[in-house]
């Protein structure tokens, strides 16, 4: 069984930075997918050649996805085990996906967060964290 984080103080911290977020962009989707595809140069063509003609479609719910993932993980959830176990494989064996790009996403997501969160925040402290705590997953 893969450890993974169950730190209500780091989940009550990082749920307010994704508020924080929310309430300055909306939707963070167009943020996140900026700064994704500036780190990560062939990240269109594999949102292009996984999409099935709804590209729009799989970045919003890869978005969603991954906050729903990084609130999971704090919390210790099964769903967050399950991913780490089968989605992130079955993302790399079937549709080609590389870890590096499953990195680069997550890491654009928290920047995207924490860019309004001041670094002298507890809340800036836990995305930290919380990075850190994935990093043994995200090789």
Partial sequence: MTQILADETLLAEVEYAFERAANAYGDITPKVLSRFYESYPNGRELFSSNAGGQLSLLEGNMVEE???????????SQEAETILTQSVPHHIQTLKVPM????????????????????????????????????????
């Fill in 66 to 76: 991954t906050a729903f993932f990084l609130l999971g993980f704090c919390e210790g």
């Fill in 100 to 139: 590096d790009a499953m990195t680069a996403f997550i890491d654009a997501f928290l920047f995207v967060v924490a860019s309004k969160v001041d670094t002298s925040e507890p809340a800036a402290a836990a995305l930290s964290q919380l990075r850190s705590a994935l990093d043994p997953y995200l090789r």
